[in-house]
Nanobody, 124 residues
Framework: QVQLVESGGGLVQAGGSLRLSCAASGRTFSNYAMGWFRQASGKEREFVAT????????YYTDSVKGRFTISRDNAKNTVSLQMNSLKPEDTAVYYC?????????????????WGQGTQVTVSS
């Protein structure tokens, strides 16, 4: 059993920054890729970023490339998402998720555990 708890969401003006964190329980955290997804009101959940088990390979959706950075600390069982130059269209509930695989994955059905989500609101 794995539990994921996100934190760090909030309200920020356009152009600002936020850092999301996800704390994971369970001894097998370091064996698996992790990801961040988001879901805006009235829209489907979408992929944002993923990082492999070692933390040396990352992938991002095009709309956040160059602005967001995913990282992990396997010693602390945490994964983070640094979000810079935020835009109103980044407003969503952000979810941390654990993959079934060691390499980074894009699709939600490739993840087996999810956090409860944290709200990010970017005002214009």
């Amino acid at each position: 059993q794995v539990q994921l708890v996100e934190s760090g969401g909030g309200l920020v003006q356009a152009g600002g920054s936020l850092r999301l964190s996800c704390a994971a329980s369970g001894r097998t955290f370091s064996n698996y890729a992790m990801g961040w997804f988001r879901q805006a009101s009235g829209k489907e959940r979408e992929f944002v970023a993923t990082i492999n088990w070692r933390g040396d390979t990352t992938y991002y959706t095009d709309s956040v490339k160059g602005r967001f950075t995913i990282s992990r600390d396997n010693a602390k069982n945490t994964v983070s998402l640094q979000m810079n130059s935020l835009k109103p269209e980044d407003t969503a509930v952000y979810y941390c998720a654990k993959s079934r695989y060691s390499s980074g994955r894009y699709y939600s059905n490739e993840y087996d555990y999810w956090g409860q989500g944290t709200q990010v609101t970017v005002s214009s």
